[in-house]
């Protein structure tokens, strides 16, 4: 078995794969980060829910429940982009703390007060990692 060299490309990588493949959950191996990553999404609208299944394996398990709109079948993420890479990390300061789509996308940064959208990011006047995109 390979280990995975950026297991935050890979838990967007799986929504990614779910959304195209218009299931309704998904499965993903779980990490403090990506717990995070998820509740922000819940948080934000863009997943319907979640849970963290610990008794799984070693590691625990997150289902992710994706969300699609009724009539149309047309999912709440559009697109999910990966910024900062293990080969090249990319920060930003208070200053510059990136906009996704004018306002309408979030960027999800991981600052020294945890995983924050770029909106708490300003609010709490921190900078940090930008991990992605998602609109």
Do not use: W
Request: aromatic share 6%; glycine share 6%.
């Amino acid at each position: 078995m390979s280990k995975i060299t950026d297991p935050i490309a890979d838990y967007l990588t799986r929504l990614r794969n779910a959304i195209l493949a218009k299931h309704k959950v998904v499965d993903i191996p779980a990490s403090n980060i990506k717990k995070e990553i998820t509740k922000l999404l819940k948080e934000k609208g863009y997943i319907l829910n979640y849970k963290f299944e610990d008794d799984v394996n070693y590691q625990g398990n997150i289902k992710i429940a994706l969300k699609y709109h009724p009539e149309t079948k047309v999912n709440a993420i559009k697109k999910l982009e990966r910024i900062s890479k293990p080969g090249l990390r990319q920060y930003c300061d208070t200053t510059n703390i990136p906009r996704v789509l004018n306002g309408l996308g979030v960027a999800i940064l991981s600052t020294s007060r945890g995983i924050v959208s770029d909106k708490e990011a300003r609010e709490l006047n921190v900078g940090g990692e930008v991990l992605c995109y998602v609109y």
